[in-house]
């Protein structure tokens, strides 16, 4: 694509994303306040983790880092996970970048993520006490994850149902937050 065409695409993608003034910018308090309730999420955390691939069950040593973005009205968050192979060097064995924004036309969380095998897909975010659970359709069932934190520590459990009753664990995170 050209540089001229390239700019006149982005302007009028811009142009979309402007409120009907037009000569107004949007205000990005309100996608800020929201994420500030996720703060207890910033920092570099490291630990231990599994996941179910088949019938087998992959260790890993897990390295989560979360920073806001875009004046802090997202935060990105990227999880690597490495993992023995024998006879060989660690190798990673989970690449995964997540996006978490905030919509205040519909007051609700979401998070595209993305992974090292090329695949991606949007979730649904609720805000709990003490942590966060993201969810979704996937074809034949449902995937959630619930995060819980404290000052130092993230417990996250990944889950899978068929039928949204029965839950079946598919993974595991028990990270501490460096210092």
């Given amino acids: 694509m050209s540089r001229s065409v390239f700019g006149a695409a982005t302007t009028l993608l811009l142009a979309g994303f402007s409120t009907p003034g037009r000569c107004q910018a949007p205000d990005p308090a309100a996608a800020q306040q929201a994420i500030a309730r996720l703060d207890f999420m910033v ?30 009205t997202v935060l990105l968050v990227e999880g690597r996970g490495t993992g023995a192979v024998p006879g060989a060097e660690d190798r990673v064995v989970h690449h995964a970048l997540g996006i978490i924004s905030f919509n205040p036309q519909t007051n609700s969380y979401g998070l595209r993520s993305y992974l ?64």
């Avoid at 994850?145 to 664990?169: F, L, P, V």
């Fill in 43 to 72: 920092g570099r955390w490291r630990g231990q983790a599994w996941q179910q691939r088949g019938n087998e069950r992959v260790e890993t040593q897990m390295l989560e880092v979360v920073e806001r973005r875009l004046e802090g």
């Fill in 116 to 179: 090292g095998t090329g695949q991606s897909g949007d979730f649904t975010v609720s805000l709990l006490e003490d942590g966060v659970r993201w969810s979704r359709e996937v074809p034949g069932g449902q995937i959630r994850n619930t995060a819980r934190y404290n000052a130092t520590e993230w417990h996250e459990s990944g889950e899978y149902s068929r039928d949204w009753t029965t839950w079946t664990q598919i993974m595991e995170l028990r990270l501490h937050r460096e210092p």
